[in-house]
């Protein structure tokens, strides 16, 4: 059994993703490091636009803590947490790039309602996604 990710899942993912991004993107741009927000972008269409994700099977990646994601890609890339899908992408990956996405990730509020207020210069309650 073929365990690589073939060309055009890799393409599709990350297309889909992009697209994906583009929405929340228009409303929400805040990130400083636009090298952290590309590399993100091929995040989204598993873990939802800018991390955000709500009713599903994977982990969301906005607010999460720089160094919990880089040892998660870290774990990913070195086999010691298996991933058919992650291990592949982890591995393309350089530090410096999944060192701009952990910047990213960790500096996106956790909840989506949250940072889209942030957006609009509005304020938010806690609790209220």
Known sequence: MNRQISKGAMVALMVGGTAMTLPLYAET?????????MAAQTC???HGTKGYIEDSAYVPLAGMPRERFITAM???ADGSRPST???PLARAFTDEEIAAMADYFAAQP???AQAIG?????????GED
């Open 85 to 87: 899908l992650m291990g």
């Open 29 to 37: 741009t805040t990130t400083a490091d636009p090298k952290g927000l």
């Open 44 to 46: 989204a269409g598993c």
């Open 118 to 126: 942030q957006a609009k210069g509005q304020t938010v309650e806690q």
């Open 74 to 76: 870290e774990s990913f």
């Open 110 to 112: 956790k909840g989506r």
